[in-house]
């Protein structure tokens, strides 16, 4: 069984940073992709970042050039590097990581479990 634990939410004025980590752990035979959502109260829950297996990034309009995805694939880990958060970044940030467990026959979706970001004013 596959779990992702997410960490390094918390509460921050705006302009300040946060980073966020994401670590997977349990029989994993391969990780493909891996990404960073955000789900504000009442809204969808929409991609922040997302990155592959050979590093290509791809960004929300809205986080260029302020956030940065990258991976740890030794360790399974995923971080998001979050400056100069604004207000509108509140919302609660969930990892995802497509990977192959022991059980898998195909790669799927693995969730955390959601960190809270909140960024005062």
């Known amino acids: 069984q596959v779990h992702l634990v997410e960490s390094g939410g918390g509460l921050v004025q705006a302009g300040g940073s946060l980073r966020l980590s994401c670590a997977a752990s349990?029989?994993?035979?391969?990780?493909?992709?891996m990404g960073w959502y955000r789900q504000a109260p009442g809204k969808p829950r929409d991609m922040v970042a997302t990155?592959?297996?050979?590093?290509?990034?791809n960004y929300a309009d809205s986080v260029k050039g302020r956030f940065t995805i990258s991976r740890d694939n030794t360790k399974t880990t995923v971080y998001l590097q979050m400056n100069s958060l604004k207000p509108e970044d509140t919302a609660v940030y969930y990892c995802?990581?497509?990977?192959?467990?022991?059980?898998?026959?195909?790669?799927?979706?693995?969730w955390g479990q959601g960190t809270q970001v909140t960024v005062s004013s």
């Open positions: 349990g029989s994993i035979f391969s990780i493909n992709a």
């Open positions: 995802k990581q497509v990977l192959t467990s022991g059980s898998d026959y195909f790669p799927r979706d693995y």
């Open positions: 990155v592959t297996s050979g590093g290509s990034t």
